[in-house]
């Protein structure tokens, strides 16, 4: 099993629709839980930490459920600036200071 | 401005060759890393380095050498055996262990 796995997609999402992507991970004991921002041929960037309580920043919301080991990302109010690849990132099971990347979920926004 | 850079941003190079990458962070990181890329890929760890003058291979190491003797500096070399060295190649920094990893602009590798 891999370590983080996400529907690639690409999620079309009409602008001003809301979309929404899981991501799970393999290791039960995983401690730190992101979601990075891709641009194409751009590196990637932090969008949130994900919280055990679950976190929002505007119009982005990320949760956390640890007994299903999964995390997930909700997009609001789509705008056309959002389209990129959202990577989800979990530390990695072999116990170093090492994280995992997923292979990212593709936000297409459409007018 | 603190943050991560990486030189050159495109790098065209014979078969053969041996090549290093830059990699230079400000932002007093202890941890650096080296990431690939390939198109529609997830990032896959090379080399890591959690401490001066100390480096653990990542997942793909082979053909790929790596040194820290500064902090703030990480060089990656793709050496010629290295059997697919095409790809994008991103550098990392992080402040604490599991912490957010900050990621430089990357360099684009082409090796024909």
């Known amino acids: 099993r891999k370590e983080v796995e996400q529907d690639p997609g690409p999620f079309n999402v009409p602008e001003g629709a809301t979309v929404a992507f899981n991501c799970t991970y393999s290791n039960s004991a995983s401690q730190s839980f992101f979601w990075y921002r891709q641009d194409c041929r751009k590196e990637p960037k932090l969008l949130m930490s994900?919280?055990?309580s679950g976190n929002e920043d505007g119009r982005f919301t990320a949760q956390l459920n640890r007994a299903s080991q999964y995390i997930s990302l909700l997009i609001r109010d789509s705008k056309l600036s959002d389209s990129a690849t959202y990577l989800c990132v979990v530390n990695s099971r072999d116990g170093n200071n090492r994280l995992a990347f997923g292979k990212g979920n593709q936000v297409v926004v459409i007018p | 401005d603190g943050g991560i850079t990486q030189s050159p941003k495109y790098l065209f190079r014979k078969e053969g060759q041996n090549v290093t990458l830059s990699c230079e962070q400000n932002?007093?990181?202890?941890?650096m890393y080296w990431y690939r890329q390939d198109p529609g890929q997830g990032l896959r760890l090379i080399y890591y380095s959690q401490i001066v003058n100390d480096f653990q291979k990542g997942d793909i190491a082979e053909g790929y050498s790596v040194s820290r003797e500064k902090k703030e500096s990480f060089p990656l070399t793709v050496t010629s055996a290295q059997k697919n060295p095409t790809a994008f190649y991103l550098c990392?920094?992080?402040?604490?262990?599991?912490?957010?990893?900050?990621f430089g602009p990357g360099t684009r590798l082409t090796v024909t």
């Open positions: 990392a920094s992080t402040k604490e262990t599991w912490g957010e990893q900050y």
């Open positions: 994900v919280y055990s």
């Open positions: 932002l007093n990181h202890d941890a």
